[in-house]
């Protein structure tokens, strides 16, 4: 039975930006899956592309462990999202607003994720969002 694409979506998310677990994010690849933020600087800490489930693995386990646990997660009932179907089953695209409680003031981020699925698995993700909030 194939995932949906919300149960795919919604499982990378709880993988990574709730809980940080990069055994879980990396799972959620293919075997050969590639990750990309093609808009990251090449000297970025966060990781430009990744290829490969081990790849994926190891990169964010050492990208969370620089966070360490200062870092917030995304507050649910202020964030949203809308999951975009396309002609081509295996693809899908997630249009995202993510907001992080403030000391006074929310900060809000948008963003967009391009999934291609294969056997219920993320194989190419293509992640669209500003540079400058990844320190």
Known sequence: ??????????SYVYAGAMTRNADALAESFTEDGVFEAPLMPADAVFPRRL??????RSAMAAYY???????????LEKSGYVLHTTSDPDVFIAEIDTVFDGDGEDTAVSLVQIFRIRDGKIA???DYFAPELMS
């Open 65 to 75: 462990e620089r966070q360490g646990k200062d870092g917030r997660p995304p507050n």
């Open 124 to 126: 190419r993700l293509r």
């Open 1 to 10: 039975m194939s995932r949906t694409p919300k149960q795919i979506f919604e």
């Open 51 to 56: 290829a490969g489930r081990e790849e994926i």
